[in-house]
């Protein structure tokens, strides 16, 4: 069975940094398109960033040069991290594959707030 967790949310002020961890049991997450997503209260999901299971990496305009999407193999994570955040970053961030609809399986997501 395959389950998809997320974690490393949180409360950071205004060009601060956090790092997302997205992990699976059940799953080798090399083995696939992994991406991360996000969504605001009232607003549609949008995608972050993805990899693909060949290393393949895309970001969205509103993130490049800002986040960095990884994998740890030997972990069997993908991770984000996310440098000089600002408050139109907050949301819910989840990881899922593939990289677009329809996802076949994601986790519940992990809160990220931006706020001074």
């Known amino acids: 069975q395959v389950h998809i967790v997320e974690s490393g949310g949180g409360l950071v002020q205004p060009g601060g940094s956090l790092r997302l961890s997205c992990t699976a049991s059940?799953?080798?997450?090399?083995?696939?398109?992994i991406g991360w997503f996000r969504q605001a209260p009232g607003k549609e999901r949008r995608g972050v960033s993805c990899i693909t299971r060949k290393d393949v990496i895309h970001y969205a305009d509103s993130v490049k040069g800002r986040f960095t999407i990884s994998r740890d193999s030997a972990k069997n994570t993908v991770d984000l991290q996310m440098n000089s955040l600002n408050p139109e970053d907050t949301a819910v961030y989840f990881c899922?594959?593939?990289?677009?609809?329809?996802?076949?399986?994601r986790g519940q997501g992990t809160q990220v707030t931006v706020s001074s």
């Open positions: 059940g799953f080798t997450l090399d083995y696939y398109d």
């Open positions: 899922a594959t593939p990289c677009a609809d329809p996802l076949a399986h």
